[in-house]
C-alpha cells in the first residue's frame, strides 16, 4: 500500500521565476494490500518488536539514493511520513502478527514463551549507480529471542535482504511499492525460518 501527501513549497529568488515543487510523503508497510488480520490473533506465539536501530545515513525521513560506490544522496522532496524505523518496526509487527505463528504480546503481564525480535536497518535506499539498473535495497540484521526462566534467550540471528529490480519506473511511488515488497519479502522469510526452529523454541 502506497499513501502519498503532496504539499508546495514556494522558491523566490533574483532573477528565478516563482514555481512550486511538489513535496511527497509516503508511508512503508510489509505488504502490498491492507491486511485483513487473522480470525483469530490469540493462536500465534506472543511477539513483541522493538524499535528497529537504523544506520545514520538511513535515518532521516528524506529517500536516500546511491549514486556511487560510496556516496549517497538525499532526495528533499520525496520523504517517508515518519522516521523510517518507526515504520518499519511497526510494519514488521503488524505483519507478523497478521500470521497464524504470531499474537501480539500483552504489556503486563508479559506471557510465557513471548518473543521479542530486535535489530539494525542497514540499508535503506535506491541504488541508481546504473541509470538502465536501478534497484530498491533494503536490508536489516535482525534477532529473535524467546522468554524463559533465565530471562530472553537468543534462538535466531540472521541478516534479511531484498533487492528489487525498478525497471523502467524509477518514480518515487515506483521505489516505495518496491520497497513494501522487499519488507513483505522479509516477513516471508523470518516465517519461514521461525518454523523451522527446533520444537522446543517453536510455537507448536
Do not use: H
Request: hydrophobic share 35%; net charge positive; with cysteine.
Amino acid at each position: 500500500m502506497v499513501i502519498a501527501l503532496t504539499a508546495s513549497i514556494l522558491f523566490t529568488g533574483c532573477g528565478i521565476k516563482n514555481e512550486y515543487t511538489k513535496k511527497q510523503m509516503f508511508r512503508l508497510c510489509a505488504d502490498g494490500t491492507e491486511p485483513e488480520g487473522q480470525p483469530n490473533r490469540s493462536t500465534g506465539a506472543p511477539l513483541v518488536v522493538q524499535r528497529l536501530d537504523v544506520s545514520p545515513e538511513f535515518s532521516g525521513t528524506a529517500f536516500v539514493y546511491r549514486v556511487d560506490q560510496n556516496r549517497f544522496t538525499q532526495d528533499y522532496y520525496n520523504n517517508y511520513m515518519t522516521s523510517p524505523a518507526r515504520m518499519i518496526s511497526n510494519a514488521m509487527l503488524e505483519a507478523l502478527v497478521d500470521s497464524p505463528q504470531f499474537s501480539p504480546a500483552p504489556k503486563k503481564p508479559i506471557p510465557d514463551r513471548t518473543f521479542q525480535l530486535w535489530g539494525k536497518i542497514t540499508s535503506l535506499y535506491r541504488d541508481q549507480r546504473i541509470a538502465s539498473a536501478a534497484w530498491a535495497v533494503v536490508a536489516m540484521a535482525l534477532n529473535l529471542d524467546q522468554l524463559n526462566k533465565d530471562g530472553f534467550t537468543p534462538v535466531l540471528s540472521k541478516t534479511y535482504s531484498a533487492k528489487i529490480p525498478l525497471g523502467t519506473d524509477t518514480s518515487p511511488k515506483a521505489y516505495i511499492q518496491a520497497i513494501n515488497r522487499g519488507l513483505a519479502g522479509i516477513v516471508k522469510d523470518i516465517l519461514t525460518d521461525f518454523q523451522k526452529l527446533p520444537p522446543q523454541t517453536d510455537n507448536q
